[in-house]
């Protein structure tokens, strides 16, 4: 059974730190570059990032850019969005989704999302 679970999120104040987690399960996790998508209610999915699947490139939507990071475990199957200097307008459902595909358009797996609150 194939499973993304993400953890982390919670209520912050603008300026914080938080630190996401998804743990994979059911797939072979270290062949699949995994990204990292955010949602408000009413708005399209935003692609914030993806990390390749040896962990040896990342991409960063340019509205997180110098702020956020991704990291990955393949021994651990976890992958990790480090999110610093948060601002309100990063308050999102927070989801982790992992694919084979190049372009990044095609996702296999999703997990279930965990919610983001930024205060100011």
């Known amino acids: 059974q194939v499973q993304l679970v993400e953890s982390g999120g919670g209520s912050v104040q603008a300026g914080d730190s938080l630190r996401l987690s998804c743990a994979a399960s059911?797939?072979?996790?270290?062949?699949?570059?995994m990204a990292w998508h955010r949602q408000v209610p009413g708005k399209e999915r935003e692609f914030v990032g993806v990390?390749?699947?040896?962990?040896?490139?990342?991409v960063l939507a340019d509205s997180v850019k110098g702020r956020f990071s991704i990291s990955r475990d393949n021994a651990r199957k976890r992958v990790y969005l480090q999110m610093s200097n948060l601002k309100p307008e990063d308050t999102a459902v927070y989801y982790c989704a992992a694919t084979t595909d190049p372009d990044l358009t095609e996702y296999r797996y999703w997990g279930q999302g965990t919610q983001v609150t930024v205060s100011s």
């Open positions: 059911g797939f072979t996790f270290s062949m699949f570059h």
């Open positions: 990390i390749s699947w040896k962990g040896g490139k990342t």
